[in-house]
């Protein structure tokens, strides 16, 4: 089998020039694209360590992990290729929905599956409920911010989606899935043993589960 072709590159995104990944399957037409953002302590390159953009490019999806900048979403400036770059709303709060917009429109992406950890739930939350069309569908992964929406916001969403998160996650695990289970089109993926990081610790089952949920979408 022939190897994905991972390329990197940046795209100017309301000012600011943020980094790029994108993993493509080697030879058939993608099925779908995938967007990929990260939490906090990490990076776009997480997503290439844990093997998830190979695993998901050689199973036929386009796979394209953004690169936030420190202030943003990754704090680590060591791994951080967009560091300079200037968060559109404080941490922790809703950041405007144009936001996330305005990255997919500069990536070209269409309607996308995005996968969204931790601390990006700031930036792909807001522009699900008010840009639900740009959404494929939604892998929310412990994601903050889900208690700023009400239960009656939820209900209107039919993206589908599947609701992540570690069984050691004390923090976001059972909060983020409380509030998320009123997605009327949700599934739920329980890592066992895993914390926070589920796709860290436990990224065989990750993948396995993320992989049977793209399966099932048209």
């Known amino acids: 089998m022939a190897a994905p072709r991972v390329t990197e590159s940046t795209v100017t995104v309301q000012g600011q020039s943020l980094f790029y990944r994108r993993a493509e399957p080697a030879q058939a037409v993608p099925r779908l694209t995938v967007l990929l953002l990260h939490g906090i302590r990490f990076s776009s390159e997480t997503w290439l360590q844990v093997g998830t953009l190979v695993t998901l490019a050689e199973n036929g999806y386009r796979a394209v992990p953004y690169q936030a900048g420190a202030t943003c979403v990754s704090h680590d400036s060591g791994l951080g290729r967009s560091k300079d770059a200037v968060a559109p709303a404080p941490v922790g709060q809703p950041a405007p929905a144009a936001f996330l917009k305005a990255v997919s429109e500069a990536l070209d992406l269409g309607p996308a599956v995005v996968i969204s950890p931790s601390l990006s739930g700031m930036y792909s939350l807001p522009c699900l409920l008010e840009h639900s069309q740009l959404f494929k569908a939604y892998v929310p992964v412990a994601p903050i911010c889900t208690e700023k929406f009400t239960a009656?916001?939820?209900?209107q969403i039919k993206t589908?989606?599947?609701i992540?998160?570690?069984d050691?996650?004390?923090e976001l695990g059972q909060t983020s899935l409380n509030?998320?289970?009123?997605?009327?089109?949700?599934?739920?993926?329980?890592?066992?043993g895993a914390g926070h990081a589920c796709y860290l610790d436990k990224p065989n089952e990750w993948h396995r589960g993320l992989l049977d949920f793209l399966q099932q979408l048209k």
């Open 152 to 155: 009656q916001q939820y209900a």
């Open 160 to 162: 589908p989606t599947l």
């Open 164 to 166: 992540v998160y570690g």
């Open 168 to 170: 050691q996650d004390a």
């Open 179 to 192: 509030n998320l289970k009123h997605l009327p089109e949700h599934q739920v993926l329980l890592l066992q």
